[in-house]
């Protein structure tokens, strides 16, 4: 008995870690890193530019299983948690992030450069 119960203990030890990882979810690191893919998107000179970066935004905000989400894109939030909405917790932060969404969405859609811009903007803003 004594053993099983050291055995049942070490298992628990070297368990915890692993299972307290989604605890580790920092939702305001991927807002963080979100607005700062908006904000670089919203200075780039070629729509390609934009688009990229607004990728990169969305996937930081929606997380892997997140609508949107494009795993053909880089997620610069990949070690950061699963998406800023699915981690936050604050109702009125998920409404603002998924506002800042609509416009991430707007903005990959867009083919006018200065439209595109515009929506990578207001998504930075919604992000501060």
């Given at each position: ?63 892997p299983g997140g609508e949107g989400f494009d ?6 939030c990949a070690k950061q948690g699963n998406g ?45």
């Amino acid at each position: 008995m004594k053993k099983l119960t050291l055995v049942a203990g070490a298992v628990a030890l070297v368990l915890s870690p692993v299972l307290a990882l989604p605890a580790l979810a920092d939702a305001a690191q991927e807002v963080s890193t979100a607005a700062t893919h908006a904000g670089l998107a919203a200075k780039q000179g070629a729509i390609d530019g934009v688009h990229m970066h607004l990728h990169h935004a969305l996937n930081c905000l929606v997380g892997p299983g997140g609508e949107g989400f494009d795993a053909g894109q880089a997620n610069p939030c990949a070690k950061q948690g699963n998406g800023a909405i699915p981690d936050t917790t604050d109702a009125a932060m998920k409404a603002k992030l998924e506002g800042a969404v609509a416009s991430a969405k707007s903005g990959i859609a867009a083919t006018d450069l200065a439209m595109a811009k515009a929506d990578a903007e207001k998504t930075a803003a919604a992000l501060k």
